[in-house]
């Protein structure tokens, strides 16, 4: 499986973006899918997460009511929806597998690139 994120970008403060998160092969409906994100100089920080079968999903505290995520799993994609957005969200932000909808990273074990948000002040 191969991990690619798309979808980052500058917004203003307020504004919305959806990230997209394509994966490779054919397994993809047995894997839990994470979103994390790092901002400079920081620790990566979890985000949000979706169980393989899209029933049970986890927020990080900072995001809930302003991000949601969702899976489309005939199509391999994973997509974090984000919505009234602040410049403290302004982060690299990285989609993984897991075996489970951990909030841990070192529960996943394969990540994306990465796509950058900016969210301007």
């Known amino acids: 499986v191969q991990l690619q994120a798309s979808g980052g970008g500058l917004v203003e403060n307020g504004g919305s973006l959806t990230l997209s998160c394509a994966a490779s092969g054919s397994t993809f409906n047995t894997y839990a899918m994470g979103w994390f994100r790092q901002a400079p100089g920081k620790e990566r920080d979890f985000v949000i997460s979706i169980s393989a079968s899209g029933r049970s999903t986890y927020y990080g505290d900072s995001v809930k009511g302003r991000f949601t995520i969702s899976r489309d799993n005939a199509n391999n994609t994973v997509y974090l929806q984000m919505n009234s957005l602040k410049p403290e969200d302004t982060a690299v932000y990285f989609c993984?597998?897991?075996?489970?909808?951990?909030?841990?990273?070192?529960?996943?074990?394969?990540w994306g690139q990465g796509t950058l948000v900016t969210v301007s002040s």
């Open positions: 993984a597998t897991g075996t489970i909808a951990t909030i841990d990273p070192w529960g996943y074990d394969l």
